[in-house]
C-alpha cells in the first residue's frame, strides 16, 4: 500500500474525500432508519458508535482485543525466530537449501485455515490453535524473503569486505545482514498482514471465549450486528496502526535511513 | 502491496542444471522421503491413537477410494467454481474502479477514502457478517471471496494507471491519438504488467480466504467443508486427503496460473512490478 503514502493531500481531494464519506454513511443511514430493513441486521452508526463505546468503556473489547494481539505476537514471533534463521541458512548454505525448498513449494499454496479442523482435533479448542495457525501462516513469508534477501546481497560487497580482512562473524553482521534488511522488513511486514488475517480466521472457527474474531462470530449467533461491526472497526483500527505505524516506522528507521530503497518487487 | 514473492518462482532445480535430471527428482524427493518416514514411524509406534494421527497408506486409500467415488473431485468442482466465480467478478469490477481511480481525479477522490477505509480489515472478518445479510450458502461465499480479492486489483490498476509515463501520453496526444486509442494503445499496454500483478495477488488472497469461507457458509460441498465436516466424525484421514487436494490445487494454480503470468508480464515488457 505505498503508493498511499505518495498521495498529495490537495485539500479539494480532502473536501471530495470527506463529502464520500458523508455520503456514504448517508447511503447506510437512510436505509437502516426507514425501517424496511430489518435493524437486528442494519444497525444505525448511531447504535454502532454507542455499542462500540459502550464495550471500549466497560473493557471487554479491550480484553477481546488484547486476546488477538497476544495470539498473533506469540504465533509471529515465533515464526520469525524459526523463518528468520532457517531463511540465512538456506541461503548460505546449498544443503539446507535443498532440503527446506521443496517442503516450503508444497506446503506454501496450502491456506493455513485449512489446518483449523486438524489443528482442533490434534491440540483441542483454545490458544494452541490459534497461535498454531498464525504461525504457519506468518511462517513461509519470512523464510522466502530472508531466503531471498541473503541471495540477493551483492557478492561483490561480500569480495569487498573479506579483502579488507572481515571474518565470518563480521561479514554476517555487517554485511549480510544490513544487505538483506529490505526484503527481512518486506518479509516482516508480509507475515504480520497474514498472521492477522489468519488470527481472525482462527478464532472464528477455533474459539474460545476471547478474541476479536470470536466477537464477531459469536455476535453472529444473537444476530447483534452492532457488536459485529463495532469489532470490525477496531480490527481495521489495529490493523491500520500496526502497519503504517509500527512498520512504517521500523521501516523509515531501518532501510530509508540507510539508504536502500526497496528494491523488492510487488 | 509489498508481497516481494507471493508463491513465487522459487527456482527449483536450477542450480543442479549440471547434474542429472535423475539426481534433481532425488535432490526434490528427498525432504518429502524424510517427513514421511518420520510420519509413519509416529503413526505405528502408536504415540497417538490411530484415529487422530493415521499413517500415510490409510490416508492414500482414502484418497483413492473418495477419487474413485467421485466424492473428492465434486467437493474439489465446487470449489474451483466459487474461486471462479468470485475472482472474475473481482477483477472486472477491480480493473474497472483501478482504471477509472489512475484516470480521473474526481473517482479517486471519490472511491479512494472507501478503498482505504475497507483495505486494511482481514476480509475474513466480514464472514459472519455477508451470512447475516445474504444467508448460508454460496452467495456470501462468492461475494466475499469477490470483495476480498478485489482490493489489491483495485490498487494495483490504479497504481498501473497512474505509472504510465506522462510522456507517453502527450507525445501519443501529439501524433493525434484520440482518447479511445490513447487508451488501447498507450494507456493499457504501459499498465498492464501492474494490473497482472494485481490479478495475481488477487488470485492468492481469493485462494487463501475461500477455503475458511466454505467451512464458515455451511456450503453444500466444497474442499473447506469437507475438511471441517469430517471433523465431527474424528475422520482425520478424509481431512488430511482433503488438505491434499488444497495443496495439489494450490500448487497447479502456481505452476499454470501464478508463473505463466509472471512470465508472460517479464517476457513480453522486460519488466516486473
Redesign the interface.
Known amino acids: ?4 503514502r505518495a ?1 498529495p493531500w490537495r485539500s ?2 480532502l473536501r ?3 463529502l ?2 458523508i455520503v ?1 454513511a448517508a447511503l447506510y443511514e437512510a436505509p437502516a432508519r426507514s425501517g424496511y430493513l430489518p435493524p437486528a ?1 442494519t444497525p444505525t452508526l448511531g447504535d454502532i458508535a454507542h455499542t462500540l463505546f459502550a464495550s471500549l468503556a466497560d473493557g471487554t473489547m479491550l480484553l477481546h482485543a488484547a486476546a488477538t494481539l497476544y495470539r498473533v505476537v506469540v504465533g509471529f514471533g515465533c515464526a520469525v525466530a524459526v523463518g528468520l534463521p532457517l531463511g540465512v541458512m538456506m541461503g548460505r548454505f ?1 544443503a539446507v537449501e ?21 489443528f ?3 491440540f483441542g479448542l483454545g490458544n494452541t490453535v490459534s497461535v498454531l495457525i498464525v504461525f504457519y501462516a506468518a511462517l513461509f ?1 519470512m523464510l ?2 530472508t531466503w ?1 534477501g541473503v541471495r540477493a546481497v551483492n557478492p561483490i560487497w561480500l569480495r569487498a569486505a573479506g579483502a579488507m580482512g572481515a571474518n565470518e562473524h563480521a561479514l554476517f553482521w555487517k554485511v549480510i545482514i544490513p544487505g538483506a534488511s529490505p ?1 527481512i522488513i ?2 516482516l ?2 507475515s504480520f ?1 497474514r498472521s ?2 489468519a488470527v ?2 482462527a478464532e ?2 477455533a474459539g474460545s471465549d476471547w478474541g ?2 470470536w466477537v ?2 459469536d ?2 449467533e444473537f ?1 447483534d ?1 452492532d457488536m ?2 463495532a ?2 472497526i477496531v ?2 483500527c489495529i ?2 496502526v500496526t ?1 503504517r505505524l509500527v512498520f512504517g516506522s521500523i521501516e523509515r528507521a531501518t532501510i530509508y535511513r540507510w539508504g536502500m530503497a526497496r528494491s ?3 | 502491496m509489498h508481497d516481494v514473492i507471493e508463491n513465487g518462482n522459487l527456482g527449483l532445480g536450477a542450480a543442479a542444471a549440471d547434474r542429472g535430471a535423475l539426481w534433481r527428482v532425488w535432490r526434490n524427493a528427498f525432504p518429502f522421503v524424510v517427513v514421511g518416514a518420520i510420519w509413519e514411524a509416529i503413526a505405528h509406534l502408536g504415540l497417538f491413537p490411530a484415529q487422530l494421527f493415521p499413517p500415510l497408506e490409510t490416508i492414500a486409500a482414502v484418497f483413492v477410494r473418495l477419487t474413485a467415488s467421485g466424492v473428492l473431485p465434486h467437493h474439489a468442482f465446487d470449489t474451483l467454481i466459487r474461486l471462479t466465480a468470485g475472482f472474475a467478478l473481482a477483477a472486472v469490477f477491480g480493473i474497472a474502479a483501478g482504471v477509472l481511480m489512475g484516470r480521473s481525479r474526481r473517482a479517486e477522490d471519490i472511491l479512494l477514502p472507501l478503498v482505504s477505509i475497507g483495505a486494511p480489515i482481514p476480509g475474513l472478518a466480514y464472514a459472519p457478517l455477508f451470512l447475516l445479510w445474504f444467508g448460508p450458502g454460496n452467495v456470501p461465499a462468492v461475494a466475499l471471496v469477490a470483495f476480498v480479492s478485489a482490493f489489491p486489483i483495485i490498487y494495483n490498476s490504479w497504481t498501473g494507471v497512474k505509472a504510465v509515463k506522462e510522456i507517453w501520453l502527450r507525445s501519443a496526444q501529439a501524433m493525434s491519438a484520440d482518447d479511445r486509442r490513447l487508451f488501447r494503445h498507450v494507456i493499457v499496454p504501459g499498465a498492464l504488467p501492474y494490473i497482472v500483478t494485481g490479478l495475481r495477488l488477487g488470485l492468492a488472497q481469493a485462494w487463501r480466504i475461500l477455503v475458511a469461507v466454505e467451512m464458515l457458509a455451511a456450503v453444500p460441498w466444497g474442499l473447506g467443508w469437507l475438511i471441517f465436516g469430517a471433523q465431527e466424525f474424528l475422520n482425520t484421514d478424509v481431512m488430511l486427503a482433503g488438505i491434499a487436494v488444497i495443496a495439489l490445487i494450490g500448487l497447479g494454480l502456481e505452476k499454470f496460473v501464478f508463473q505463466p503470468l509472471e512470465n508472460f508480464t517479464i517476457v513480453r515488457w522486460g519488466m516486473m512490478t
Open positions: 500500500m505505498t503508493p498511499m498521495l479539494e481531494s471530495r474525500g470527506a464520500t464519506l456514504a441486521l546449498r535443498n532440503f527446506v525448498l521443496p517442503l516450503t513449494s508444497a506446503l506454501m499454496p496450502i491456506p493455513s485455515l485449512a489446518w483449523v479442523p486438524v482442533i482435533l490434534w513469508p522466502l524473503n531471498t526484503f518486506a518479509g511486514r508480509q498482514l492477522w488475517i481472525i480466521g472464528m472457527l476479536l474474531g464477531i462470530f455476535a453472529k444476530l450486528t459485529m461491526l469489532s470490525l480490527i481495521g490493523g491500520f502497519e523488492a518487487r510487488g
